[in-house]
T-cell receptor, first 113, second 109 residues
Framework: DAGVIQSPRHEVTEMGQEVTLRCKPI?????LFWYRQTMMRGLELLIY????????DSGMPEDRFSAKMPNASFSTLKIQPSEPRDSAVYFC???????????FGDGTRLSIL | RKEVEQDPGPFNVPEGATVAFNCTYS??????FFWYRQDCRKEPKLLMS???SGNEDGRFTAQLNRASQYISLLIRDSKLSDSATYLC??????????FGGGTRLMVKP
């Protein structure tokens, strides 16, 4: 079975550019999560979708960040404009319900210069 | 105070040693707990769920202590390949699963 698929694996871009991260959850999973991981702050939940609807976006740092889930098999996390402090590894995870173990994608390593 | 807290370590142990990590949680209503393992530059992967009665999987044992609000992970006969960061997961006040900061384990020959 395919796991959670994220793209791109790596992204290097200059500050001010728009960045779009993509995620395909495991088929049949109803809950999708976007996380950001840094050495300083660890793994932080950014936003959680259930049945394609954003339920909790309290972790989204600011208006520069937005996330969508247009259907059950695809989600995007967009940063516009990007800043150097956004450099981190961004993980997408999915599960059947929010209290079940989450399955993570390989992550996107984002570097903003 | 973080809702799920772990000692960041690192724990440096020799091969073959037994090592234990604890993780405290603040939401007494938490129902689900898990341990994840994360290797360097990789994604977190589920290691094991933590049941009220405790559970064992080979060299790994997970325990839950509700009275003191902590979960533990015991690794027996540690291997070099056990070197990783171990993340515990519990619930926050909003009943969302939340990850601790991780405990780094380094097993040395």
């Amino acid at each position: 079975d395919a796991g959670v698929i994220q793209s791109p694996r790596h992204e290097v871009t200059e500050m001010g550019q728009e960045v779009t991260l993509r995620c395909k959850p495991i088929s049949g999973h109803n809950s999708l999560f976007w996380y950001r991981q840094t050495m300083m702050r660890g793994l932080e939940l950014l936003i959680y979708f259930n049945n394609n609807v954003p339920i909790d976006d309290s972790g989204m740092p600011e208006d520069r960040f937005s996330a969508k889930m247009p259907n059950a098999s695809f989600s995007t996390l967009k940063i516009q404009p990007s800043e150097p402090r956004d450099s981190a590894v961004y993980f997408c995870a999915s599960t059947w319900t929010k209290n079940q173990p989450q399955h993570f994608g390989d992550g996107t390593r984002l570097s903003i210069l | 105070r973080k809702e799920v807290e772990q000692d960041p370590g690192p724990f440096n142990v020799p091969e073959g040693a037994t090592v234990a990590f604890n993780c405290t949680y603040s939401n007494s209503a938490s129902q689900s707990f898990f341990w994840y393992r994360q290797d360097c530059r990789k994604e977190p992967k589920l290691l094991m769920s933590v049941y009220s009665s405790g559970n064992e999987d080979g060299r790994f044992t997970a325990q839950l202590n509700r009275a003191s609000q902590y979960i533990s992970l015991l690794i027996r006969d540690s291997k070099l390949s056990d070197s990783a960061t171990y993340l515990c997961v519990g619930h926050n006040a909003g009943n969302m699963l939340t990850f601790g900061g991780g405990t780094r384990l380094m097993v040395k020959p």
